[in-house]
């Protein structure tokens, strides 16, 4: 079954800790996000890529970086610079191209970063 | 300004009743692309119905539509029928931009709970 995959469910890091957040999609789609919620909150935009090699900055991309190498991958680091990581992090891709089904976000079932 | 507006943080429905979720939004550009997602208390989003900015019909999927009125910006999800199940956050989200992977912006949510 195509989807996103997010690994892993639950993550704990320690003060000044670089941590990566795995997302890894087999739908074939060009554009990926990754988006931080915080509790009874909406989702915030922290990066996104639209193509291989290429990523924009959200929202809130001080203390994250991330890279797409390949289409399938787009990992998320969250860096110490980041001082109030805990949040629930949300991977999600799109596809390209004219029709409904491109129109819409796919996402993870999310990670769970808490700080030690 | 807020891009995407949600008023209502919480609401209440008997089951079996309908319930209407408010989403205004705030854009310049004339082809955006509407969203609803549904976030149950599990963490992932699962998408519910998606509206163009030149669809003329409301866009509907089973239990869902979408009261589109564009002239004022408004974009509310109507739940008929409502069941148990149904209880989750729900978050409208906008699409800027021509191309599909232009970047999503999210509401901050309304809590729906149905009770019996």
């Known amino acids: 079954d195509g989807g996103i995959t997010q690994s892993p469910k639950y993550l704990f890091r320690k003060e000044g800790q670089n941590v990566t957040l795995s997302c890894e999609q087999n739908l074939n789609h060009d554009a990926m996000y990754w988006y931080r919620q915080d509790p009874g909150q909406g989702l915030r935009l922290i990066y996104y890529?639209?193509?291989?090699?290429?990523?924009q900055k959200g929202d809130i991309a001080e203390g994250y970086s991330v890279s797409r190498e390949k289409k399938e991958s787009f990992p998320l680091t969250v860096t110490s610079a980041q001082k109030n990581p805990t949040a629930f992090y949300l991977c999600a891709s799109s596809g390209s191209g004219t029709g409904h089904q491109n129109e819409k976000l796919f996402f993870g079932s999310g990670t769970q970063l808490s700080v030690l | 300004a807020q891009k995407i507006t949600q008023t209502q943080p919480g609401m209440f429905v008997q089951e079996k009743e309908a319930v209407t979720l408010d989403c205004t939004y705030d854009?310049?550009?004339?082809?955006?692309?509407l969203f609803w997602y549904k976030q149950p208390s599990s963490g992932e989003m699962i998408f519910l119905i998606y509206?163009?900015?030149?669809?003329?019909q409301n866009a509907t999927e089973g239990r869902y539509s979408l009261n589109f009125q564009k002239a004022r910006k408004s974009a509310n999800l109507v739940i008929s029928a409502s069941q148990l199940g149904d209880s989750a956050m729900y978050f409208c989200?906008?699409?800027?931009?021509?191309?599909?992977?232009?970047?999503?912006?999210f509401g901050t949510g309304t809590r729906l709970q149905v009770f019996p």
């Open positions: 854009t310049s550009d004339p082809s955006y692309g």
């Open positions: 509206q163009g900015s030149y669809d003329q």
């Open positions: 890529s639209q193509i291989v090699n290429d990523f």
């Open positions: 989200a906008m699409r800027e931009g021509a191309y599909n992977t232009d970047k999503l912006i």
